[in-house]
């Protein structure tokens, strides 16, 4: 399977999630929400993800903000319930595992940056 990756910009954080396992181990959960353009003839579609794990939620807290432009690399995962009456539901989730702020300067931008000449006269 290859590498799942999306850019967008950060519309919403919502609140974090916790709880403690039957097995007693706590957890966090946090979903966010991204907006990009590569929907049907460019208009704006809406991805949600959710990151698990104390350190990830931490992370993306610090370093996130909602308007930032980042890029995910996550797995799509896709759970089946069956209620008692015999009715089936599935349920997809898409569980990011990095985020990364992407530089909004361009290329032409870096390069009309004047070079500094720093080096000693003699």
């Known amino acids: 399977m290859s590498e799942l990756k999306l850019k967008g ?35 704006e579609v809406t991805y949600a993800f959710e990151l ?3 350190e990830k939620v931490e992370n993306f807290n610090k370093y996130n903000k909602v308007g930032s432009l980042v890029e995910v690399s996550y797995n799509t995962e896709s759970n089946r319930w069956q209620s008692p009456q015999g009715n089936v539901r ?6 990011a595992w990095k985020v990364f702020g992407v530089s909004t300067e361009t ?10 000449d720093d ?3 003699f």
């Not at 599935?90 to 569980?95: G, R």
């Open 52 to 54: 698990f794990g104390a």
């Open 9 to 43: 910009t950060i519309k919403e954080i919502l609140e974090v999630e916790s709880g403690t396992s039957k097995a007693g181990k706590e957890w966090q959960k946090l979903t966010f929400a991204i907006v990009n353009n590569d929907g049907y003839e460019g208009k």
């Open 90 to 95: 599935y349920f997809t989730t898409n569980s």
């Open 119 to 121: 080096s000693l006269p």
């Open 107 to 116: 290329p032409e931008a870096i390069k009309q940056t004047p070079e500094v």
